[in-house]
Nanobody, 127 residues
Framework: QVQLVESGGGLVQAGESLRLSCAAS????????MGWFRQAPGKEREFVAA????????LYGDSVKGRFIISRDDTKNMVYLQMNSLKPEDTAGYYC????????????????????WGQGTQVTVSS
């Protein structure tokens, strides 16, 4: 059983940056591909970014490509989401997720493939 705890959310102005962190415990972190998703009120949970077990492969949703960067530190059991040039439409709850996978270079944008989820951290971007 893997526990995930997100942190780093907050209220920022458009154009500013935030760095989200996700701390994992209770499992072998290196066995999991990791992902970030977000959900705004009244909307479905949306894929933001994913990173493979190896850390060499990343994937981004179209709306964040070029602005957000996902990374992981297996020595600390952490995954990060650096969010730059934030826009009001980035306002949402952000969720970290873990996907147990065999292949080191695999990642997925599909929320149904993820096995564990954190409770989320709120990001609000004012205009």
């Amino acid at each position: 059983q893997v526990q995930l705890v997100e942190s780093g959310g907050g209220l920022v102005q458009a154009g500013e940056s935030l760095r989200l962190s996700c701390a994992a415990s209770g499992g072998t972190f290196s066995s999991y591909a990791m992902g970030w998703f977000r959900q705004a009120p009244g909307k479905e949970r949306e894929f933001v970014a994913a990173i493979s077990r190896s850390g060499d492969n990343t994937l981004y949703g179209d709306s964040v490509k070029g602005r957000f960067i996902i990374s992981r530190d297996d020595t600390k059991n952490m995954v990060y989401l650096q969010m730059n040039s934030l826009k009001p439409e980035d306002t949402a709850g952000y969720y970290c997720a873990a996907d147990w996978v065999r292949r080191r270079h695999y990642y997925s944008p599909y929320k149904n493939e993820y096995d564990y989820w954190g409770q989320g951290t709120q990001v609000t971007v004012s205009s």
